[in-house]
């Protein structure tokens, strides 16, 4: 057998180190869809009927089928014809995922979407467009939730002295999005 030579080991070394690098930025890359991209072909879909049920969660595939008396069609968005360009307006980060306001230009007119997809599960678990050309607006990001310390087992932990008053324990945005809370 004959023997690499140290000049050779390197080249071969680092072409390893290039593809594996390579691989992972490509991965990487893909795993970040684009949520103009992802409007388009949800708008194209309920334009034609043809939903990919694949796309969206069970709760809101359920209201698409009510919606459209399981056509998959939104007439109205039928109407404003083909997307030509889509912007977005901004993102809120909910603890199940960001919520997206999108706007929509047509050949025919705007729609404005707001696109919450879940983290967990991949999908759209939230959608809502109005036709027109004012944004949507986002939620609140919700609070923390203050850090204190755990109580000793058995004791009966102590409010502080100026303990904030108690709400409801959901942020506006987890009502107004609870499936991504």
Same mark, same amino acid.
């Given at each position: 057998?004959?023997?690499?030579?140290?000049?050779?080991?390197?080249?071969?070394?680092?072409?390893?180190?290039?593809?594996?690098?390579? =691989?992972?930025?490509?991965?990487? +890359?893909?795993? /970040?869809?684009?949520?103009?991209?992802?409007?388009? *072909?949800?708008?194209?879909?309920?334009?034609?009927?043809?939903? #990919?049920?694949?796309?969206?969660? !069970?709760?809101?595939? /359920?209201?698409?089928?009510?919606? =459209?008396?399981?056509?998959?069609?939104?007439?109205? %968005?039928?109407?404003?014809?083909?997307?030509?360009?889509?912007? %977005? #307006?901004?993102?809120?980060?909910?603890? +199940?995922?960001?919520?997206?306001?999108?706007?929509?230009?047509?050949? /025919?007119?705007?729609?404005?979407?707001?696109?919450?997809?879940?983290?967990?599960?991949?999908?759209?678990?939230?959608?809502?467009? #109005?036709?027109?050309?004012?944004?949507?607006? %986002?939620?609140?990001? !919700?609070?923390?939730?203050?850090?204190? *310390?755990?109580?000793?087992?058995?004791?009966?932990?102590?409010?502080?002295? #100026? *303990?904030?008053?108690?709400?409801?324990? =959901?942020?506006?945005?987890?009502?107004?999005?609870?499936?991504?809370?």
């Amino acid at each position: 057998m004959q023997m690499m030579s140290k000049g050779s080991i390197r080249f071969l070394i680092a072409a390893v180190l290039a593809c594996l690098l390579q =691989t992972q930025g490509t991965r990487i +890359a893909a795993a /970040q869809a684009d949520p103009r991209q992802i409007l388009t *072909a949800v708008i194209q879909q309920l334009q034609t009927g043809t939903p #990919n049920w694949t796309w969206y969660g !069970p709760q809101l595939w /359920q209201t698409i089928a009510m919606q =459209t008396g399981n056509s998959g069609v939104y007439p109205q %968005l039928v109407q404003l014809g083909q997307v030509t360009n889509v912007v %977005l #307006n901004g993102q809120t980060q909910l603890p +199940a995922g960001p919520v997206y306001s999108l706007v929509a230009q047509h050949q /025919q007119g705007v729609s404005t979407w707001l696109l919450g997809i879940s983290l967990y599960t991949n999908r759209i678990e939230y959608a809502n467009f #109005n036709i027109g050309s004012t944004p949507q607006s %986002l939620p609140a990001p !919700p609070v923390p939730l203050p850090q204190t *310390a755990a109580p000793t087992p058995g004791s009966v932990p102590n409010p502080p002295a #100026n *303990a904030p008053p108690q709400t409801s324990g =959901t942020s506006e945005a987890c009502r107004r999005f609870p499936n991504l809370c």
